[in-house]
C-alpha cells in the first residue's frame, strides 16, 4: 500500500522560509519511473502544482515559483523535502505531496496534506 | 501556461441523475488529461486519467471522454457519495495545471 505523509510548520511568519518534508512508503525514489511531486491548494480554491523530482534526481518546477523553490530527496529515508523563501500571506495553502510516474505526472495517491498559514 | 476552463462552476442534481462536467484547455493537450474527485477535507483522489482511463478502484458510473481542448467527466447515475467537488488537470505542457473545479451539490 502506497501511503505519503507531509510533516512541516503550521505557521510561518512572513518573509521566512517554508521548509516541508514528505514520507512516504510503499515505493521507493531509487526504483526507475517513480517519482514524488508537491502541489499546494489555498483555502477555497483550486490546486497549483509548484515541483516535482524523480528517481534519477531530475527536477521540474512551476516557473511561476521557480526562483522561491528548490526540491530534494533522501531516497535512504524514503523523504522528499520542498523549500519554499520569501513566504507570504496568498502562500496559505494546505501542501501536499502525490506519487507520480514518470512521463505520466497523473498525481496518485496523495498524502492527506498538511495546513501552512503565513502570518505575523 | 495552459489554462484549463471548467463548466459549470456548480452542479445542482438529485440522486440517480446524470452529471456531465465539462474541462475545456486554452490549447490541445492530445489526450492527456486527468480528473479529480475532492471531498471536504480530504485530498483529491485520481479517477479518470489519459481523458478516459479509469484509475484503479473507481466506480464504473465514472467515465471519461473527449480529445485535443474539450473533455467530459460523465457520472451516469449519482450516488450520494459522488456529492463532491472535481477537477481536471493537465500534464500535455510544463507546469502542470489544474482547472477551477465544479461542485456538484445535491438539489
Known amino acids: 500500500q502506497v501511503t505519503l505523509r507531509e510533516s512541516g510548520p503550521a505557521l510561518v511568519r512572513p518573509t521566512q522560509t517554508l521548509t516541508l518534508t514528505c514520507t512516504f512508503s510503499?515505493?521507493?525514489?531509487?526504483?526507475?519511473?517513480?517519482?514524488v511531486s508537491w502541489i499546494r491548494q489555498p483555502p477555497g480554491k483550486a490546486p497549483e502544482w509548484l515541483a516535482l523530482?524523480?528517481?534519477?534526481?531530475?527536477?521540474y518546477y512551476n516557473r511561476y515559483l521557480r526562483t522561491r523553490l528548490t526540491i530534494s530527496k533522501d531516497t535512504s529515508k524514503n523523504q522528499v523535502v520542498l523549500i519554499m523563501t520569501n513566504m507570504d500571506p496568498v502562500d496559505t495553502a494546505t501542501y501536499y505531496c502525490?506519487?507520480?510516474?514518470?512521463?505520466?505526472?497523473?498525481?496518485?495517491?496523495w498524502g492527506q496534506g498538511t495546513l501552512v498559514t503565513v502570518s505575523s | 501556461e495552459i489554462v484549463l476552463t471548467q463548466s459549470p462552476a456548480t452542479l445542482s442534481l438529485s440522486p440517480g441523475e446524470r452529471a456531465t462536467l465539462s474541462c475545456r484547455a486554452s490549447?490541445?493537450?492530445?489526450?492527456?488529461l486527468a480528473w479529480y474527485q475532492q471531498k471536504p477535507g480530504q485530498a483529491p483522489r485520481l479517477l479518470i486519467y489519459?481523458?478516459?482511463s479509469r484509475a484503479t478502484g473507481i466506480p464504473g458510473r465514472f467515465s471519461g471522454s473527449g480529445f485535443g481542448t474539450d473533455f467530459t467527466l460523465t457520472i451516469s447515475s449519482l450516488e450520494i457519495e459522488d456529492f463532491a467537488v472535481y477537477y481536471c488537470?493537465?500534464?500535455?505542457?510544463?507546469?502542470?495545471?489544474f482547472g477551477q473545479g465544479t461542485r456538484v451539490e445535491i438539489k
Open positions: 502525490a506519487r507520480a510516474h514518470y512521463g505520466e505526472y497523473w498525481f496518485d495517491p
Open positions: 510503499g515505493f521507493s525514489l531509487s526504483t526507475g519511473g517513480m517519482c
Open positions: 523530482i524523480n528517481w534519477d534526481d531530475d527536477k
Open positions: 490549447q490541445s493537450l492530445a489526450g492527456y
Open positions: 489519459d481523458a478516459s
Open positions: 488537470q493537465q500534464r500535455s505542457d510544463w507546469p502542470i495545471t
